[in-house]
Each structure stands twice: as structure tokens, then as C-alpha cells.
């Protein structure tokens, strides 16, 4: 009985473990290169993406965020 407790336990902390989703997306695109960014919001706008925020992080990397209908991507620069 134990043993059946045991496997219930860890098998609810996988599932609730992979449940939260991650939006950020990492990618290779030079953030810090203008046409990079230019590029990046014309094919987002393209799509019905809008740039909802744009700024430096902590860690002075630039990080852009798009929404479409309560939906959100992150980009952050290398």
C-alpha cells in the first residue's frame, strides 16, 4: 500500500510540475541590431501581434513583449 501511495505522489508532482506554461520565447535573433527589431515587429504586426512593451531588464537585456488576444510572447536579447 505504501508503495501505491508513493507512486500517486511522485506521478501528481510530474503532472503538476509540467502544468505552467512558459511564453518566453528563446530564440536566436540579435535583439541589439535595429533592423533585427524592425524586422521582428513588421512580421509580428503581420500576424495581428502588437508590441505591448519594450525595455531593459535587470540584466540590461532588451526585452520585447507582443499580445494578441490575451496571449503574450517575450523575446529577451542574448
Known amino acids: 500500500m505504501k508503495k501505491l501511495q508513493l507512486l500517486f505522489v511522485a506521478m501528481m508532482l510530474l503532472i503538476s510540475i509540467d ?3 512558459d511564453d518566453t520565447i528563446n ?3 540579435d ?3 535595429p533592423d533585427v527589431r524592425k ?3 513588421e512580421a509580428t504586426q ?3 501581434w502588437k508590441l505591448a512593451a519594450l525595455y531593459f531588464n ?3 537585456k532588451l526585452v520585447m513583449i507582443f499580445e494578441k ?3 503574450s510572447k517575450t523575446y ?3
Open 31 to 33: 535583439l541589439d541590431n
Open 46 to 48: 503581420s500576424e495581428g
Open 76 to 78: 529577451i536579447s542574448k
Open 27 to 29: 530564440s536566436n535573433l
Open 58 to 60: 535587470a540584466d540590461e
Open 69 to 71: 488576444d490575451n496571449n
Open 19 to 21: 502544468v505552467k506554461a
Open 39 to 41: 524586422c521582428l515587429v
